[in-house]
């Protein structure tokens, strides 16, 4: 079945610490993968996402790429600010499954001055 | 960009009320929604999925008679909480997508207090 496990938190970095989130999948077709964003209070955005192995998704800083041989789709940034603490979740969706999504736990980042 | 609004974002209701949320597609028709419930610092869970025009979906464990699920329209969904009680506290979010291959645009919740 599908199913996405993603690095267990919290994290907490300094301010322009390196952040790396790790996410692996598993999958029965071709998912399309995607980075989620939860502020506290708020639902959750659309960060990045690669629809297919090799892609790299890349916003406001932050980069994963498609990973098929490790099936994995890590998120990282180079230089984390303050405003980027937050919940960060994994997902995945596969077409085969009409389109279900399928989210990790979710991994809380605080980023302290 | 896509747009998702829910509605009222907050709600403090009494055990025994119900309570009415909305989700509404703003620039965009949404054939399916979604509605998740999410419990403090855990991930989202799956609660139904809503098809126009059509009865819901629900997973497995979800009181179908307890969360009424609405698709009026291709920009509305609605789920009712009936007989509130208190573990029913939670926040609800729900998400739709334009077409089937595109990322999920979520509303931004509504945090349920029932007393």
């Known amino acids: 079945g599908n199913s996405v496990t993603q690095m267990e938190g919290p994290v907490t970095l300094s301010e322009e610490a390196f952040l790396t989130i790790n996410c692996t999948y598993t999958?029965?077709?071709?998912?399309?993968l995607f980075w989620y964003v939860q502020y506290p209070g708020e639902g959750l955005q659309l960060l990045l996402k690669?629809?297919?192995?090799?892609d790299k998704g890349s916003n406001k800083g932050f980069e994963a790429t498609y990973r098929k041989e490790t099936t994995s789709f890590h998120l990282e940034k180079g230089s984390v600010q303050v405003s980027d603490s937050a919940v960060y979740f994994c997902?995945?969706?596969?077409?085969?499954?009409?389109?279900?999504?399928?989210f990790g736990t979710g991994t809380s980042l605080t980023v302290i001055p | 960009g896509a747009v998702v609004s829910q509605h009222p974002s907050w709600v403090i209701c009494k055990s025994g009320t119900s309570v009415k949320i909305e989700c509404r597609s703003l620039?965009?028709?949404?054939?399916?929604m979604f509605w998740y419930r999410q419990f403090p610092k855990q991930s989202l869970m799956l609660m139904a999925t809503?098809?126009?025009?059509?009865?819901?979906?629900?997973e497995q464990g979800v009181e179908k008679d307890k969360f009424l699920i609405n698709h009026a329209s291709l920009t509305l969904s609605t789920l009712t909480v009936t007989s509130a009680h208190p573990e029913d506290s939670s926040f609800y979010i729900c998400?739709?997508?334009?077409?089937?291959?595109?990322?999920?645009?979520f509303g931004n919740g509504t945090r349920l207090t029932v007393t």
């Open positions: 690669a629809t297919k192995a090799d």
């Open positions: 620039d965009f028709q949404a054939t399916t």
């Open positions: 998400s739709a997508a334009r077409l089937n291959w595109e990322p999920l645009h």
């Open positions: 999958a029965t077709g071709y998912p399309s």
């Open positions: 997902a995945l969706s596969d077409q085969g499954t009409g389109n279900q999504f399928y």
């Open positions: 809503s098809n126009e025009g059509s009865k819901a979906t629900y």
